[in-house]
């Protein structure tokens, strides 16, 4: 079965990076891209970029470019976020989640189980 | 940036209701509108896709419908397990961007 297992808890002080780790298993590591997307506390739902798990092209959101970086790494099938220079504002759970085409539309089918990063002086 | 719109924000209701929950597109997005569910300390889970098709093992108790700009999730004989917040998603284009959420309340 299709899982995405993300690395745990982190707290960072401001101005530090966080890097999370999101491994895929139960699928073909390449075929599917990779998205990452965060929630603040009672908040909704923000996304942060993609990346092509096959040839690693990116594209990130406007607000986090030069701030963030997506990898991976295919001789053990795991995907990395990294976010630098962090604010409170950071503070949230960050999900990987895989990118689907059905019926020729995209879609978010599996998730990871997020990974609370705190930022606090 | 194509904005997403939610209404209402939360509701409250009982057992074996129909609800029904709305989003709103900025601009056209066709048809390429995704629904999701998501309970407390939990990702957000697939339900809806392309506006209208059922992902694969969610009840057939909820359906979507839209087109364009305008789209509806409707829920018919909400159960206890439908208590959560409902998100709606657009892949039309980058960035991705998802409504504000719908809390779904037990009256």
């Known amino acids: 079965q299709v899982q995405l297992v993300q690395s745990g808890a982190e707290v960072k002080k401001p101005g530090a990076s966080v890097k999370v780790s999101c491994k895929a298993s139960g699928y073909t590591f390449t075929t599917y891209w990779i998205h990452w997307v965060r929630q603040a506390p009672g908040q909704g739902l923000e996304w942060l970029g993609w990346i092509d798990t096959k040839n690693g092209a990116t594209n990130y959101a406007q607000k986090f470019q030069g701030s963030v970086t997506m990898t991976r790494d295919s001789s053990i099938n795991t995907h990395y976020m990294e976010l630098r220079r962090l604010r409170s504002e950071d503070t949230a759970v960050y999900y990987c989640t895989r990118g689907v085409l059905l019926s020729g539309r995209g879609a978010f089918d599996f998730w990871g189980q997020g990974t609370m990063v705190t930022v606090s002086s | 940036d194509i904005q997403m719109t939610q209404s209402p924000s939360s509701l409250s209701a009982s057992v074996g209701d129909r609800v029904t929950i709305t989003c709103r597109a900025s601009q056209t997005i066709t048809r390429n509108l995704n629904w999701y569910q998501q309970k407390p300390g939990k990702a957000p889970n697939l339900l809806i896709y392309?506006?209208?098709s059922l992902q694969s093992g969610v009840p057939s108790r909820f359906s979507g419908s839209g087109f364009g700009t305008d789209f509806t999730l409707t829920i018919n004989s909400l159960q206890r397990e439908d208590f959560a917040t409902y998100f709606c998603?657009?892949?039309?284009?980058?960035?991705?961007?998802f409504g504000q959420g719908t809390r779904v309340e037990l009256k």
């Open positions: 998603q657009q892949s039309y284009s980058v960035p991705r961007t």
């Open positions: 392309g506006a209208s």
